[in-house]
T-cell receptor
Framework: ETGVTQTPRHLVMGMTNKKSLKCEQH?????MYWYKQSAKKPLELMFV???????ENNSVPSRFSPECPNSSHLFLHLHTLQPEDSALYLC???????????????FGPGTRLTVL | GQNIDQPTEMTATEGAIVQINCTYQ??????LFWYQQHAGEAPTFLSY??LDGLEEKGRFSSFLSRSKGYSYLLLKELQMKDSASYLC??????????WGAGTKLIIKP
């Protein structure tokens, strides 16, 4: 148990569907992240929220829309996705701003997304 | 630029020692992380190096040379459960992690 949960674990959707991925962290952290993990590729950072404000958006297409209603919850809203968006979507959290702290990221188990 | 290189796959024998190398080239540096990821599971933190030298933690050790942009993860007394992908990541000047593609380690009996 890493303290970061994600739902659903698996999702199959058509290109015209709208769905949302949910992430919840129970660690009291103040930063949350969305990553995309494709086979044999590095983890791609998509979005970073620090203190509930988006601080990073790595040129992610607008068909991905994040939402961070509070420091414990993070959503990724999906619409009109493409087959190449099929991947594992990982959520992570960390505690930022502590001097001398490692600030390692704790990951959720991911949502395996398949776009048909 | 930002680039992390590590071997795609390695094979080792149960009980042996294996060293997984990682080289990085980033515009800023705030430490080097190693994570372990079993198939279908979340990456989990293994180690962090920000100063040169070797950090030992049980069967796992991690080494860093900042001047060479080089790190390695050393796994001793390999066990079957060590079969996993090992991800190298360096923290850049914005405190964001830049990830390698991971090294899939296969342990054979």
């Amino acid at each position: 148990e890493t303290g970061v949960t994600q739902t659903p674990r698996h999702l199959v959707m058509g290109m015209t569907n709208k769905k949302s991925l949910k992430c919840e962290q129970h660690l009291g952290h103040n930063a949350m992240y969305w990553y995309k993990q494709s086979a044999k590729k590095p983890l791609e950072l998509m979005f970073v929220y620090s203190l509930e404000e988006r601080v990073e958006n790595n040129s992610v297409p607008s068909r991905f829309s994040p939402e961070c209603p509070n420091s414990s919850h993070l959503f990724l809203h999906l619409h009109t996705l493409q087959p190449e968006d099929s991947a594992l979507y990982l959520c992570a959290s960390s505690q930022e701003g502590l001097m001398g702290h490692i600030n390692e990221q704790f990951f959720g188990p991911g949502t395996r997304l398949t776009v048909l | 630029g930002q680039n992390i290189d590590q071997p795609t796959e390695m094979t080792a024998t149960e009980g042996a020692i294996v060293q997984i190398n990682c080289t990085y080239q980033t515009s800023g540096f705030n430490g080097l992380f190693w994570y372990q990821q079993h198939a279908g599971e979340a990456p989990t933190f293994l180690s962090y190096n920000v100063l040169d030298g070797l950090e030992e933690k049980g069967r796992f050790s991690s080494f860093l040379s900042r001047s060479k942009g080089y790190s390695y993860l050393l796994l001793k007394e390999l066990q079957m459960k060590d079969s996993a992908s090992y991800l190298c990541a360096d923290m850049d000047s914005n405190y964001q992690l830049i990830w390698g593609a991971g090294t899939k380690l296969i342990i054979k009996p």
